[in-house]
């Protein structure tokens, strides 16, 4: 009997694992009733429900088995049931780290003693930060919350996320449909801790274009339109770039492009890009844009100049070739083309001479080659005006010189 429920449970498991597929008849053979779910975010998360079976055998092993909804990998835990069928499970969230403000689908699976199996309808919770007591206003499909400020400053949010959504998702063509949630931490401190507990390292900000959400640190105060209008669209600029070429096509483009066109679309460009791109072209340490496709440096430093190169390159990029050219690089790429190859097939120049007219054009290096290169078209026009005239009178000597020959 003992090894026949062990291979009950083993063919549960398995079971479990090619996607909860399961006969329909038994789906009603047991009944779930007091589903709960309590958490201290990034510590632990408990499961409760009454397990009940309404098929005439008895439940002998129970599992449950949940997943972040954009994880391939399920987690599955085999439960005890008390006699009265109640059951609860607890979760270590810090060493099994979830995505902060991941929707997590959970199911209940149940093995008989007649050696049915039956499972659960899912279940659904969102794993918020509920370390903080979080506000929030709503427009259409947006959402913005907060914890420290008043209403005024949730607006200020709302207003920043609504403007550049409407100006990335022109430029770019994605769907403004969906729901987005925009969480603003009141600092740097909240917001890195939080990513830390998901299993994140960031600082500033962070954008999980899967789940449709953004994190920002920005405090109340005289700044904080600036800030709001910085960090708010360059995280959904993120998000509509996924939207817009898909998570596969997303997680091929360069850094370079993915992290330029949402430093482009912040309401509020930061100052201080333009004085690290003059001091690293007249020191001659500008970064070959070949070297920010992969990734960028580690360093704060490296990093600060690699967002500032990729955001000026960007805004050459789009006034050269347009909305057009830029979309169409973020299609070549998103079609798993290299970096030099899917600049070509997009604008017809390879990266690094692309890389070339930039430095030309927005840092002024090689000025002589940009102003014979820009001074060409009149030069050719000049040559025509002066070598026409200038032939015609050599035609006239040459024929005057024949005709003295003959006599």
Avoid at 4 to 18: E, H, K, P, Q, V
Avoid at 80 to 101: E, R
Avoid at 185 to 214: E, F
């Amino acid at each position: 009997m003992r090894r026949t429920r062990t291979l009950s449970f083993l063919f549960l498991l398995a079971w479990i694992g090619f996607g909860f597929t399961r006969p329909p008849q038994i789906q009603s053979a047991f009944d779930v009733s007091g589903v709960g779910v309590a958490y201290n975010f990034g510590q632990q998360i408990t499961f409760t429900a009454r397990l009940m079976s309404t098929s005439g055998s008895p439940i002998t092993q129970a599992a449950i088995s949940f997943r972040d909804i954009n994880e391939q990998n399920t987690r599955v835990e085999q439960l005890t049931i008390n006699p009265d069928g109640t059951t609860m499970f607890q979760y270590n969230a810090a060493q099994n780290i979830l995505a902060p403000f991941a929707t997590i689908v959970f199911s209940y699976q149940v093995a008989f003693a007649n050696g049915q199996t039956a499972a659960s309808v899912p279940f659904y919770f969102r794993y918020e930060d509920n370390r903080f007591s979080w506000k929030s206003l709503t427009d259409g499909t947006v959402t913005v919350r907060w914890y420290n400020g008043g209403d005024t400053f949730g607006r200020a949010a709302l207003d920043a996320a609504r403007v550049s959504l409407r100006d990335v998702g022109q430029l770019l063509s994605a769907s403004l449909d969906a729901p987005l949630d925009v969480y603003v931490y009141a600092n740097a401190g909240d917001l890195q801790s939080a990513l830390t507990l998901g299993g994140k390292q960031w600082v500033a900000g962070h954008a999980d274009p899967a789940l449709s959400v953004v994190m920002v640190s920005v405090s109340p105060g005289d700044a904080q339109t600036i800030e709001l209008q910085r960090q708010v669209p360059h995280e959904l600029a993120h998000v509509m770039l996924y939207r817009s070429i898909g998570a596969a096509g997303y997680d091929r483009l360069p850094a370079w492009l993915n992290e330029g066109i949402a430093s482009m679309a912040e309401l509020y460009p930061n100052p201080d890009y333009a004085r690290a791109l003059a001091l690293a072209s007249q020191n001659n340490s500008l970064m070959p844009i070949a070297d920010l496709c992969a990734s960028f440096p580690s360093d704060s430093g490296g990093a600060f100049l690699a967002y500032a190169q990729s955001e000026s390159f960007a805004r050459y990029l789009r006034s050269t070739y347009g909305d057009t050219g830029l979309i169409a690089l973020t299609k070549s790429y998103g079609d798993g083309l290299d970096c030099n190859l899917g600049a070509m097939r997009a604008i017809g120049a390879p990266l690094d001479q692309l890389d070339a007219r930039w430095r030309e054009s927005a840092l002024g290096q090689n000025v002589i080659g940009v102003a014979a290169r820009n001074l060409l078209p009149y030069i050719i026009l000049l040559a025509l005006i002066l070598v026409v005239p200038i032939w015609g009178a050599l035609a006239v000597v040459i024929e005057r010189k024949r005709n003295e020959r003959k006599q």
